[in-house]
């Protein structure tokens, strides 16, 4: 019941681009709150990936990228690689559930 | 390095309490907002509850409010989640998340370091 959406999942080779949506309303993103990404593999501490809808924390490749429009966000892998097989969700705040809130969730699997 | 460690979950009957803990090493633990996050199995990332740097404000998910104490020990860098009444549906993975930011409910803020989470399992 997250009101983030997200695909369930997506898939790409080696090499290929592929990007992750996450659909909001106008008590999220839409709001004018940040959005932000974190990549989490299963049995690991999730991972800060993109904070405030385009900025890269120290030690995250550039292939990954985040951007924002309207109600709306994306987060773009360039370059796939095998190590980016891993769970990835938006996040961001809810000011009619005055909760922060986690988009549904992609899994994204490297072909 | 930024350590963040859970511990306290195991196996717990319907309608009994327990109490997770989480220690911190690696940065000044006073000076940041602290939350829990929670992960059932199947399903996706859950904000549970968060606590501001001094304690002056706290903040629960609507699913465990009035169930669910968040507290912080400043001077012991512990994190708490006092949880009582517990459901099957509170069974997870329990994360402890360090802020970005020392306050609580600020619009914009993000969850930088994560701990590995402990395992709360509630059932008959």
């Known amino acids: 019941q997250s009101p983030l959406t997200q695909p369930p999942s997506v898939s790409g080779a080696p090499g290929q681009r592929v990007t992750i949506s996450c659909a909001g309303t106008?008590?999220?993103?839409?709001?004018?709150?940040?959005v932000h990404w974190y990549q989490h593999v299963p049995g690991t501490a999730p991972k800060l990936l993109i904070y405030?809808?385009?900025n890269w924390p120290s030690g995250v490749p550039d292939r990954f990228s985040g951007s924002k429009s309207g109600a709306s966000a994306s987060l773009v892998i360039t370059g796939l690689q095998a190590e980016d097989e891993a769970d990835y969700y938006c996040?961001?705040?809810?000011?009619?559930?005055?909760?922060?809130?986690f988009g549904t969730g992609t899994k994204v699997t490297v072909l | 390095e930024v350590q963040l460690v859970e511990s306290g979950g195991g196996l717990v009957q319907p309608g009994r309490s327990l109490r997770l803990s989480c220690t911190v090493t690696?940065?000044?633990?006073?000076?940041?907002?602290m939350h829990w996050v929670r992960q059932a199995p199947g399903t996706g990332l859950e904000w549970v509850s968060g606590?501001?740097?001094?304690?002056?404000?706290?903040a629960s998910a609507d699913p465990v409010k009035g169930r669910f104490t968040i507290s912080r020990d400043n001077a012991k860098s512990t994190l708490y989640l006092q949880m009582d009444s517990l459901r099957t549906e509170d069974t997870a993975f329990y994360f402890c998340?360090?802020?970005?930011?020392?306050?609580?409910?600020?619009?914009?803020?993000?969850?930088?370091?994560w701990g590995q989470g402990t395992l709360v399992t509630v059932s008959p």
């Open positions: 998340v360090k802020d970005r930011s020392a306050y609580l409910m600020i619009f914009g803020s993000w969850f930088d370091s």
């Open positions: 690696g940065f000044i633990f006073e000076d940041y907002a």
């Open positions: 606590i501001s740097w001094n304690s002056g404000k706290t």
């Open positions: 106008r008590s999220n993103i839409g709001a004018g709150n940040d």
């Open positions: 405030s809808n385009s």
């Open positions: 996040q961001s705040y809810d000011i009619s559930l005055s909760a922060y809130v």
